[in-house]
């Protein structure tokens, strides 16, 4: 099973959030149902790291209610589809389905954003600029941020 961005941003959807290894988990579970099969770990690892670079899943650190773990959650980029014999996975793990707060998670995904867009004009040789100015459109429709001034960088480093 080699799971998109689209997918693994599915799976995390079905519970709200889950930890890295909670979806790693799940995916297994997918993997196998599917199978018979266990996953290749370290495609695994490389898709859950692209799919956090290019914002289909927003990593989170949820306060209050002593929850200090690390989660994912399905970001502003994806189009979450379930793989296939992945939606009987909240049966499967258990994992309560997490409700967590937009404007924290926005705050979060803008602090990740501007994270990208320093390291993006610090080297622009290596970074799509252009693909970050469309990723901000996205965060904004996605959460109640302004990006705007980031995205005047980000023009202002294509001149």
């Known amino acids: 099973m080699n799971a998109t961005a689209d997918e693994l941003a599915g799976v995390v959807d079905l519970f709200g959030a ?11 579970e997918a993997a196998y ?3 018979g099969r266990s996953l290749d770990e370290a495609s695994l690892e490389a898709a859950i790291d692209d799919a956090i ?6 990593r989170h650190e949820p306060r209050g209610n002593g929850a200090e773990t ?14 296939a014999h992945a939606e009987d996975v909240p049966h499967i793990l258990d994992v309560d389905r997490r409700r967590l ?3 924290a998670l926005g705050e979060t995904a803008r602090e ?4 990208a867009v320093e390291t993006a004009t610090e080297n622009p040789a290596d970074a799509d600029l252009e693909e970050l100015i469309d990723i901000s459109y996205d965060v904004e429709a996605w959460a109640p941020v302004d990006l705007a ?6 023009e202002a480093s294509l001149e």
């Open 18 to 28: 889950l930890t890295r290894s909670e979806l790693e988990r799940a995916l297994s």
């Open 33 to 35: 149902r599917a199978d």
């Open 53 to 58: 670079e290019s914002f289909a899943l927003v």
């Open 70 to 83: 690390t989660v994912l959650v399905a970001g502003p980029t994806a189009f979450p589809s379930v793989p």
């Open 101 to 103: 707060d937009r404007d």
């Open 112 to 115: 990740q954003f501007l994270e």
């Open 149 to 154: 001034n980031e995205r005047d960088q980000l």
